[in-house]
């Protein structure tokens, strides 16, 4: 059973930057396209960013031009590079396959923008 753990969170100002990183069990950024997820309080957990086996990436509107997915495929590791953060960032993130097949989800990491 793949596992993932996320890290990286925290609180930043409005304008701040902060780097998320997601680990796997087993080498399933090889198989599987990668996401980024997120859940704020009350709210549908929703789509972030997603990058292929191929690097090719595609992004929310909401995150395009601020946000940077990227992968290490000899580490396991996915990775989220945040800039120009806004207070409607302000969720709990998660990473998992693009689509979701069926993997349990991890802990997620907590970001929270504001002043």
């Keep these: 059973q793949v ?3 996320e890290s990286g969170g925290g609180l930043v100002q409005p304008g701040g930057s902060l780097r998320l990183s997601c680990a796997a069990s087993g080498s399933i ?3 599987y396209a990668m996401a980024w997820y997120r859940q704020s309080p009350g709210k549908q957990r929703e ?3 997603t990058i292929r086996t191929g ?6 509107n909401s995150v395009k ?8 495929n000899d580490k396991n590791r996915l990775y989220l590079q945040m800039n120009s953060l806004k207070p409607e960032d302000t969720a709990v993130y998660y990473c998992n396959t693009d689509p979701f097949v069926g993997y349990s989800w991890g ?3 907590q970001v929270t923008v504001s002043s």
Excluded: C, E, K, P
Excluded at 65 to 72: E, P
């Design 55 to 60: 690097s090719s990436t595609n992004y929310a």
């Design 3 to 5: 596992q993932f753990v």
């Design 107 to 109: 802990q997620g990491t």
């Design 65 to 72: 031009g601020r946000f940077t997915i990227s992968g290490d």
């Design 29 to 31: 950024f090889r198989v």
């Design 47 to 49: 789509w972030v960013a």
